[in-house]
């Protein structure tokens, strides 16, 4: 008798239909579905009742169809008594082989392809267990759509043999084709884009080619990189970018939403600063960058600082809140205490020592800052560490001669001595176009991120203050300032005593 003789006359026989979508990942969803449509006729031609139908990574992030690979890497896993092994992780295909091992009576497996049940010989071999233990079998199509015995009632020697020869054959195939990936990679690294999920940022270029294919800028994502990069090395957080993406209702590559690690992969990608990657180095790419490369590096240095704190938290709301002291005992203050008619104020965490209302001591304290900010030395104050190659004593004195030749022009047309509009607008433009490539410089010659960027390029010092987000501004606090601290106002009742605030300077500043 013919299993399928057999299964005909079993009424509670039931199947397990599982199916990749690698096996058909350049399809369409009407292909897919088909094909699922194909094993339940398949299945109904055996007289088996199709159970449910498990799908390998079916879904993604925001639930629309992905492909699976057909051979992942394994990962180190530790079992329960410690032992150590190399695995994949494939879900799915673990449940299916615990419910064909469990159950009381045999089911039979229908996959799609006899080649794409499993590359992994672990996998495989939990697989043969379990059929062997539960007597259950597996079919899967043929060319011609007949059903093909793989394994029957639990699987017969030569069944095994030819089904472990498989996982090799599968194995060994899907080796050859991730070395010719690896070589291709290699080869075309620096000349051509190899594919995959674009970087964000960018776009294919429409009617390249493999092998000549490449990427333009997409200018709205380009300039929410460029926002990110000047927010991050400007004092702000990650959580801060993640949240600005999310107002500002920018979409992801693959729609699903913004997360901590989608920015960062988001900055960290080598395309973004127009490189490829050639096996552990970087070479320049066929496509624009959209950052500087130094202005990469110090976002790479930033976000892979094993130091730095990659917890999201809570973006802080208030300037000097865990900076300010307490006059009495020197506890950091926080910001609390709001509700019942009560104004948010900085009180003492553990202390109670004061209580000042936390609006008009910000307020109090971003006067301050402003006002040394406006001071016609804030192009040179502060500044962080060039990197060796830079000259940066030759660029500030480039600027300073810049400035004079500024105020040189102001004089002599003030003085009568130059009043044709024409040569007054030449001047000043070459003026302006020499102090902005001076100022590109000096914003990439730093060997860290330099927070009081924005105010040296001559803006008011007021407007470029209100653009910052609140993690910049106290980012900014904590470069010109030393200390903050707050005392019991020396007069009682009503009102904002500035004298009970007292802060101390940068001593840079005072040098």
């Known amino acids: 008798m013919t299993l399928a003789t057999r299964l005909a006359t079993t009424p509670a026989s039931e199947a397990i239909i599982y199916l990749r979508l690698s096996d058909f990942r350049d399809a369409d969803d009407a292909t897919f579905e088909a094909r699922e449509a194909e094993l339940r006729d398949l299945a109904a031609a055996l007289d088996l009742r199709v159970r449910r139908v498990a799908i390998e990574n079916d879904l993604n992030a925001n639930g629309k169809a992905r492909g699976a690979s057909a051979y992942k890497t394994p990962r180190q896993v530790t079992t329960a008594s410690g032992l150590i092994t190399f695995r994949t992780r494939r879900p799915v295909f673990e449940a299916v082989v615990l419910e064909m091992q469990a159950n009381p009576v045999p089911l039979v497996l229908i996959v799609g392809d006899d080649s794409r049940i499993t590359r992994n010989e672990r996998d495989g071999l939990d697989l043969l267990d379990a059929v062997r233990v539960a007597k259950a079998s597996v079919v899967a199509p043929d060319d011609d759509g007949e059903p093909k015995w793989l394994l029957t009632d639990g699987g017969t020697t030569s069944q095994v043999r030819a089904f472990r020869d498989r996982i090799q054959d599968a194995r060994r195939y899907s080796d050859g084709v991730a070395a010719n990936v690896r070589k291709g990679r290699r080869r075309w690294a620096g000349v051509s884009y ?47 970018v993640e949240r600005w993406l999310r107002e500002q209702r920018v979409p992801t590559v693959t729609g699903a939403a913004w997360g901590h690690a989608t920015v960062r992969d988001m900055l960290l990608k080598p395309a973004v600063a127009g ?234 500043l005072a040098a």
């Open 194 to 240: 190899q594919g995959g999920r674009r970087p964000f940022g960018y776009r294919v270029a429409e009617g390249t080619e493999e092998h000549a294919r490449n990427l333009v800028v997409d200018d709205a994502e380009a300039a929410a990189i460029r926002h990110a990069a000047e927010e991050l090395l400007g004092g702000g957080s990650v959580a801060a």
């Open 275 to 508: 490189l490829a990657v050639r096996g552990a180095t970087l070479v320049p790419a066929p496509w624009p960058a959209i950052l500087k490369r130094p202005v990469w590096e110090q976002l790479r240095q930033l976000l892979t600082n094993p130091e730095r704190r990659t917890s999201a938290g809570n973006e802080p709301r208030w300037l000097v809140s865990l900076f300010a002291q307490c006059g009495i005992c020197g506890k950091p203050l926080s910001v609390g205490g709001a509700g019942k008619g009560r104004s948010p104020a900085y009180v003492g965490k553990v202390c109670g020592h004061v209580r000042r209302n936390a609006v008009l001591v910000d307020d109090h304290i971003a006067a301050l800052v402003v006002a040394r900010l406006r001071k016609p030395d804030v192009a040179g104050i502060l500044l962080p560490p060039a990197r060796p190659e830079v000259d940066l004593d030759g660029l500030l004195h480039q600027r300073e001669q810049l400035a004079d030749r500024r105020a040189k022009l102001g004089r002599m047309v003030a003085g009568g001595l130059l009043d044709d509009e024409a040569t007054i607008a030449a001047i000043a433009a070459e003026i302006a176009a020499d102090d902005a490539a001076i100022g590109a410089q000096l914003a990439t010659a730093a060997s860290e991120p330099d927070v009081l960027e924005p105010f040296r390029g001559g803006d008011p010092a007021d407007q470029v203050w209100e653009a910052l987000s609140v993690p910049r501004r106290r980012a900014v606090v904590r470069k010109l300032l030393d200390a903050v601290v707050i005392e019991r106002p020396a007069r009682r009742g009503p009102g904002f005593d500035p004298d009970a605030i007292k802060i101390t300077w940068n001593q840079a």
